[in-house]
């Protein structure tokens, strides 16, 4: 997402990506390939579960207004039965808990695998899990890119920040599973990553590259957003243009919650962008269904309270003003 500041670790995934964010595609990919039919990226949250407490995450709170779910296997199969093959550029197997707790996860991207459902599939994990079948099960399966939200190259940060021990456990897991993926000669890249904010000493994250810029296979360092003001005080990294404009990813992405209601994105933590369900309805009925043409509208009209996760939201932040060529496209959003 948004510009960090830190240019050296800001690499391209692919020709789909802007540098540094594997949320934000350039503006020729969106031009070449956004659809009113259907989504450019599902991210599709096996669980909203968490074992950490991450200071800088309101998972929680969402946790506790709705509650905790596991992903249903018949809903998960009837999402990947209406993706077209070779449409979708990447599904996220993430949202706002730690994908690794749901025990089907390997089923679920081994089917998404066999169907083609999207030419990359990716997950954050907080890594936690790394060193089970379960982790090396999923690079059996075939899942294409992991990156590990590690956040810290020494203890005491890791505890301040995640309020849990073992950073040393979480390591060894990424070193295990690199070396996993590499007997059974599989594709998957493992990236670590780190962000960039007060809480993190530029020293330490000097030490965290070094620590690991000859064993994973990308080092990335991001900036922070703060949960549309969902945490208190939380230093927003991401740097912001001095004029607000559309979000580009009301164009190209939804993200399926573990409960099956459909969000706008995947920053919806508050579930406050809430498009439809994707129990009773289907996923190319919610993209051009009512709401979301609301959402789009209301920005391409500059009404960022639309609702509570936009009004202060930065992910717009990442890409560039594409407003004229939004509003030639009415079926988004009329
Ligand atoms: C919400 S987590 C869920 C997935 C998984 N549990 C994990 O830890 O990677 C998804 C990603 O959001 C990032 N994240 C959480 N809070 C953030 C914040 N305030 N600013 C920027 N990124 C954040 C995490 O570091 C992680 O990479």
Known sequence: MGAAPTAEYNFSLNEYFTKGSLTCLTEETIKNRVSPEFPLMLNIEPTNACNAKCYYCPREITAEKQGVHYMDKQLYKSIIDQITPDKLIMINYHKDGEPLMHPELPWMIRYAKEKNAAEILHLNTNGTLLRTDRAKAIVSAGIDDITVSIDAARESTYRDLKKIKNLEKVERGVRELIEYRDSIQGNTLIRV?????????????????YKWKDVADQVQVTGTHSWSNAIDGMEVTDGLPEHRFACLLLWYLMAVNSNGLVSKCNYDWDYSGQLGDAKTQSLRDIWQGHQAKIFRNAHLNGQWSCNNVCKNCVAWAGFKDMQGYLEQHKRFYR
């Open 193 to 209: 990553k780190i962000m960039e904010f007060d809480s993190v000493s530029s020293e330490e994250i000097e030490e965290f590259c």
